[in-house]
């Protein structure tokens, strides 16, 4: 009777217990919710630290390059400086996502250091689109402008004419401080000064920074859709000159170029289109409440996409290289010291191929770099008429 009693009495126990569990502690703090997968953390630090790297070098050799070379100063210059600045704070952020997971996912620097991280690395990643945005934009523009518009759209300020590169920019920057100082001070719905990176449920006090989310999925869309339409238009007329005027110095050129434009657009599809395509999904479920289950998938599939997204900041500097003929002629000249060949064949054959450091003006709708170049519209008649005085021998003359 004893034993029966005890054995009733323990199972009650036991009852009480896992109800106690199950209703009163969280799925983001449950222990069945925070199993750990250590050898899905030590897949994330490899790649983080291998972006890190990369990245790091490649974005700094930009940089460098962009600033303290002798270059044309044109608004697709601006644009870049700003994406490799943007790349390197967020590379920044990587060394303390690859500390976290190598310590199983224990964060030791409190709740406040981690919304700063966090929010950093998501700032730097929109402003990173946004730039890209911009650079397409800046394309289709003086490809559909005339006249002075050829040179660089300008924005009238406080009484003076700035390049809109230089205001996009600034506003960019600004706008995108402003808005990480709420993300940081406002309170999470469940918080922990041990936990960082990880899913985060938005129900009650958190649940306006599901729906800002949401708002920058949004534009991203917007961005994208812009990208496309420019590249798109510029790719066209690139290909139409160069079937059309296949006799032109540079027709072979203008198809090279058009293909650089399309594989800007594919480097941007690839890194940043996965993450957006599952983020209404991951947003969704922040607003809901979800099984310990589907949250590790969850988790992990995030987890998965910000890596195509992280990936971006070592892909930016391949970027740059198409782009700018000033990275691409450093990159040679440093290849060739350390290799001890000047390698000025590639160099030749490759200089002022790229849509930013254009430099002839063989067809009107170019992309001009310089902004001191004059333009006008009889620029294909004048290139004819050079290209025709140079005439075939004839057969009469030896």
Not at 158 to 169: A, I, L, T
Not at 193 to 208: E, I, L, N, V
Not at 209 to 231: D, E, Q, R
Not at 318 to 341: D, E, N, Q
């Amino acid at each position: 009777m004893n034993r029966s009693s005890g054995q009733t009495v323990n199972s009650s126990f036991s009852w009480i217990f896992s109800s106690t569990s199950a209703t009163n502690i969280s799925p983001t703090t449950s222990p069945l919710c925070n199993n750990q997968n250590e050898t899905f953390n030590w897949i994330l630090v490899v790649f983080y630290s291998l972006f890190f790297i990369f990245g790091l070098i490649g974005n700094l050799f930009a940089l460098w390059v962009f600033i303290f070379l002798r270059a044309s100063r044109n608004s697709v210059r601006t644009f870049l400086i700003n994406c490799a600045i943007a790349d390197l704070v967020l590379l920044a952020c990587l060394p303390f996502r690859i500390f976290y997971h190598a310590n199983g996912n224990q964060w030791p620097f409190g709740s406040i250091a981690c919304k700063i991280i966090g929010n950093l690395f998501y700032m730097n990643m929109y402003i990173s689109i946004v730039l890209l945005g911009c650079i397409s934009l800046d394309r289709y523009l003086r490809l559909r402008g005339k006249g002075k518009a050829r040179r660089g759209v300008r924005v009238h300020l406080f009484g003076r004419s700035w390049p809109w590169s230089w205001v996009v920019c600034t506003v960019l920057w600004t706008f995108s401080i402003l808005a990480i100082i709420p993300m940081i001070a406002t309170a999470e719905d469940e918080q922990s000064d041990q936990k960082c990176f990880q899913y985060k449920k938005r129900h009650d006090k958190a649940k306006g920074k599901a729906y800002f989310n949401g708002i920058l999925v949004v534009i991203f869309w917007l961005i994208f859709l812009t990208m496309v339409a420019s590249y798109a238009r510029v790719a066209a007329q690139l290909f139409k000159v160069s079937r059309d005027k296949p006799d032109l110095p540079n027709a072979q050129r203008y198809q090279r170029t058009a293909k650089k434009s399309f594989f800007v657009l594919f480097l941007f599809t690839i890194c940043f289109g996965p993450y957006h395509v599952f983020r209404p999904i991951y947003i969704v479920s922040q607003l809901n409440n979800i099984s310990c289950d589907y949250m590790h998938l969850m988790d992990r599939s995030n987890e998965v996409m910000l890596l195509f997204s992280a990936f971006n900041s070592c892909l930016d500097p391949i970027m740059y290289f198409l782009l700018s003929g000033s990275v691409r002629k450093t990159a040679f000249k440093t290849i060739g010291r350390v290799m001890g060949t000047r390698l000025r064949s590639l160099n030749d054959a490759t200089s002022n191929s790229s849509m930013m450091d254009y430099r002839r003006q063989s067809v009107p709708f170019v992309l001009p770099i310089n902004d001191s170049t004059p333009h006008s519209s009889g620029i294909v008649k004048s290139t004819m008429r050079r290209t025709s005085l140079v005439a075939a021998p004839s057969s009469g003359r030896k």
